[in-house]
């Protein structure tokens, strides 16, 4: 859900994003609040994570939390779940909140970002030249949708089974799906 506070500068919106509880997005002078993930959200973002650090470890990548932001122009400034920087992190400022040259970030799906996730930043993170793979999944069920940088726009591939592993080319990586989603129980 959008919700306009008021229009803001983006000197106004970093002000006021660093002063606030939660995180909250900016798109074209508009503040949209993150809310807090359900259990099975959580859960996938950590598994995730977790699994990523694992398989990154002697890669010279770093793996950030929810809590990075991600400077897509001027005006959009959002937090995906997870973003992955391979090589030295470039960041918008000394307080190292906003990261400028993420490799792949990381979004798990809610009711209410289905469509941001889907469509919104499908074209937002294809427009950072560093981002070179999109990774989505799903909180209801397991799937994923990874988009990966081709010459000529993204690469789509999809990923339905527990036993499929998603390779993750620009990590020089593959993350196994039943790894993310281990323990998880799905309502019917």
């Known amino acids: 859900m959008v919700t306009n506070i008021r229009h803001m500068t983006v000197e106004e919106y970093l002000a006021f994003d660093e002063a606030s509880e939660t ?18 959200h959580n859960a996938i973002v ?8 694992s398989l990154l470890d002697i890669r010279d990548c770093l793996v950030y939390a929810s809590q990075m932001r991600i400077r897509i122009d001027e005006t959009k400034y959002v937090y995906p779940d997870a973003s992955v920087v391979c090589g030295t992190p470039d960041f918008e400022d000394e307080n190292e909140v906003t990261l400028l040259n993420p490799t792949a970030v990381i979004e798990v ?27 989505i999944l799903d909180q209801e069920r397991a799937f994923a949708e990874c988009y990966t940088r081709a010459e000529d726009g993204w690469r789509l ?23 993310v989603y281990r323990g998880i129980v799905f309502a019917d």
């Open 23 to 40: 995180t909250n997005e900016y798109i074209d002078g508009v503040i949209i609040p993150m809310p807090g993930g359900t259990g099975n």
């Open 46 to 53: 950590a598994y995730t994570i977790g699994t990523l650090t």
């Open 109 to 135: 799906t809610s009711p209410s970002s289905l469509a941001r996730d889907h469509v919104s930043k499908v074209e937002f993170y294809g427009a950072v030249p560093s981002i070179q793979c999109y990774l």
């Open 157 to 179: 591939r999809q990923y339905a089974s527990p036993d499929d592993v998603i390779p993750l080319e620009p990590l020089a990586c593959s993350l196994p799906l039943a790894q």
